[in-house]
């Protein structure tokens, strides 16, 4: 192999690489699912406690014209993704906000979600519900300008990931206090909501609380999704009906927990409204790899609940490209094959519905084998057919490498 000794070189062996892979979905197809484009997760420049930026900025222009190449076609950010503190709430916030809705209409793309952050600035060091009521003011000023923002933006969802709700030093605040003060900030977002959506003629927004075990806080008074749930059901809500959940795939992996369990109780309980999708470790810090590289198996299981129980919110990219990709790469390999492992798993587990192997294995399964009344006897009876449950994970593997449709063992 010859060596590489300028930048065009490098552009043309990862070129000719990235072709070389084929198989990727029209920019047509890839619209066709409800695949949303965080402007954070394309801007993302590669910093972190102990990286430097890796990556130049990118504008939120040139971030919806890149996803409207590739097919992504909904769009959402963090209020200050796009408008600095100082202009929130001004003349200025409304100017940029509509310049990049004219952008987005230009795309035939629409903005899906806006997010409200309350972790990066300094005014949150003691987080969203701090003790000062200034802060929580100022929270709640926040929040309400958010909901405005997706009216205007023609949003459907508002989500909130409170990280920095906790604490680093234990004993510094009183827990039911601050999940109090919590509820008062997504009461007032609700309140405003319902208020705003009727000036405008149109719905209320759907309010989606994002839960993380920890990082940046030591630790977080709402940490699960299941944490997220009780405290929605806890009676502090004045409008818990327009408040869900946004799951994030790795998010549940970080504190040990089956993402697929987790999804399945917001599910049950009607509040899977918004769904966060990558891939990392269990036990490890929010790698926020993107989907399909680390869990294709696990994967491939959660778009069958999905697929199955009718989950119909958005599939939203929240990754980081790693710091090895380029500017370039970011969106001629990382968003583009991020879309298309999506889609194929979400083909895939329509395979899995639809298998007979699987679908012959499961009823038999739910049937179960008449014959005994005992303890003793009917775990006899029953000895056999509980095979069926490694040959289904076998199966599933099978789908996964595409054996079901050629791919075969060499002999
Ligand atoms: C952090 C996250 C956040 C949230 C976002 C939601 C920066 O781990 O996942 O992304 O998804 O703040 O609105
Ligand atoms: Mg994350
Ligand atoms: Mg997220």
Same mark, same amino acid.
């Given at each position: 192999?010859?060596?590489?000794?300028?930048?065009?070189?490098?552009?043309?062996?990862?070129?000719?690489?990235?072709?070389?892979?084929?198989?990727?979905?029209?920019? &047509?197809?890839?619209?066709?699912?409800?695949?949303?484009?965080?402007?954070? #997760? #394309?801007?993302?420049?590669?910093?972190?406690?102990?990286?430097?930026?890796?990556?130049?900025?990118?504008?939120?222009? &040139?971030?919806?014209?890149?996803?409207?190449?590739?097919?992504?076609?909904?769009?959402?950010?963090?209020?200050?993704?796009?408008?600095?503190?100082?202009?929130?709430?001004?003349?200025?916030?409304?100017?940029? *906000?509509?310049?990049?809705?004219?952008?987005?209409?230009?795309?035939?793309?629409?903005?899906?979600?806006?997010?409200?952050?309350?972790?990066?600035?300094?005014?949150?060091?003691?987080?969203?519900?701090?003790?000062?009521?200034?802060?929580?003011?100022?929270?709640?000023?926040?929040?309400?300008?958010?909901?405005?923002?997706?009216?205007?933006?023609?949003?459907?969802?508002?989500?909130?990931?409170?990280?920095?709700?906790?604490?680093?030093?234990?004993?510094?605040?009183?827990?039911?206090?601050?999940?109090?003060?919590?509820?008062?900030?997504?009461?007032?977002?609700?309140?405003?909501?319902?208020?705003? #959506?009727?000036?405008?003629?149109?719905?209320?927004?759907?309010?989606?609380?994002?839960?993380?075990?920890?990082?940046?806080?030591?630790?977080?008074?709402?940490?699960?999704?299941?944490?997220?749930?009780?405290?929605? &059901?806890?009676?502090?809500?004045?409008?818990?009906?327009?408040?869900?959940?946004?799951?994030?795939? *790795?998010?549940?992996?970080?504190?040990?927990?089956?993402?697929?369990?987790?999804?399945?109780?917001?599910?049950?309980?009607?509040?899977?409204?918004?769904?966060?999708?990558?891939?990392?470790?269990?036990?490890?810090?929010?790698?926020?790899? #993107?989907?399909?590289?680390?869990?294709?198996?696990?994967?491939?299981?959660?778009?069958?609940?999905?697929?199955?129980?009718?989950?119909?919110?958005?599939?939203?990219?929240?990754?980081?490209?790693?710091?090895?990709?380029?500017?370039?790469?970011?969106?001629?390999?990382?968003?583009?094959?991020?879309?298309?492992?999506?889609?194929?798993?979400?083909?895939?587990?329509?395979?899995?519905?639809?298998?007979?192997?699987?679908?012959?294995?499961?009823?038999?399964?739910? &049937?179960?084998?008449?014959?005994?009344?005992?303890?003793?006897?009917?775990?006899?009876?029953?000895?056999?057919?509980?095979?069926?449950?490694?040959?289904?994970?076998?199966?599933?593997?099978?789908?996964?490498?595409?054996?079901?449709?050629?791919?075969?063992?060499?002999?």
């Amino acid at each position: 192999m010859a060596t590489i000794t300028s930048q065009s070189q490098e552009i043309s062996i990862v070129d000719r690489l990235v072709s070389a892979c084929g198989g990727s979905y029209s920019a &047509q197809t890839r619209r066709k699912y409800f695949i949303t484009g965080p402007q954070w #997760a #394309a801007a993302y420049e590669g910093q972190a406690l102990f990286h430097a930026p890796t990556r130049q900025p990118v504008t939120p222009a &040139q971030v919806i014209a890149e996803y409207d190449k590739i097919g992504i076609g909904y769009w959402c950010t963090h209020d200050t993704d796009v408008i600095p503190t100082e202009a929130l709430g001004t003349d200025r916030q409304w100017e940029i *906000l509509d310049a990049i809705r004219k952008d987005l209409q230009k795309h035939e793309m629409k903005c899906s979600m806006v997010t409200c952050e309350t972790f990066h600035h300094a005014v949150w060091a003691a987080g969203p519900a701090a003790q000062s009521p200034e802060v929580r003011a100022y929270a709640n000023q926040r929040v309400v300008n958010n909901v405005e923002i997706g009216h205007f933006m023609g949003a459907q969802y508002a989500v909130y990931w409170p990280g920095t709700l906790g604490y680093m030093l234990q004993g510094a605040i009183d827990e039911i206090e601050t999940l109090e003060w919590y509820a008062q900030s997504i009461n007032a977002a609700c309140e405003a909501d319902i208020k705003l #959506a009727k000036k405008n003629n149109r719905p209320t927004l759907k309010h989606c609380m994002e839960a993380k075990p920890f990082e940046p806080q030591a630790e977080i008074l709402l940490p699960t999704t299941d944490a997220m749930l009780a405290f929605i &059901q806890s009676g502090k809500l004045t409008h818990p009906e327009m408040v869900g959940v946004n799951p994030e795939y *790795l998010h549940e992996l970080m504190w040990g927990g089956a993402p697929r369990a987790a999804l399945a109780r917001a599910l049950m309980a009607g509040k899977l409204w918004h769904f966060d999708i990558n891939d990392g470790y269990r036990l490890k810090h929010d790698v926020d790899i #993107a989907v399909g590289l680390v869990n294709p198996l696990d994967w491939l299981c959660i778009l069958v609940l999905l697929r199955s129980h009718g989950y119909n919110g958005p599939f939203n990219l929240d990754y980081k490209p790693p710091r090895t990709t380029s500017n370039k790469g970011v969106f001629s390999i990382s968003f583009p094959t991020a879309v298309d492992r999506f889609i194929t798993l979400w083909e895939m587990a329509g395979e899995v519905s639809e298998d007979p192997i699987i679908k012959e294995a499961t009823e038999a399964l739910k &049937q179960g084998v008449s014959g005994g009344k005992t303890a003793a006897e009917i775990a006899k009876a029953h000895a056999e057919l509980g095979s069926l449950h490694e040959l289904i994970g076998h199966r599933l593997f099978q789908i996964l490498i595409g054996q079901n449709r050629g791919r075969k063992f060499s002999v």
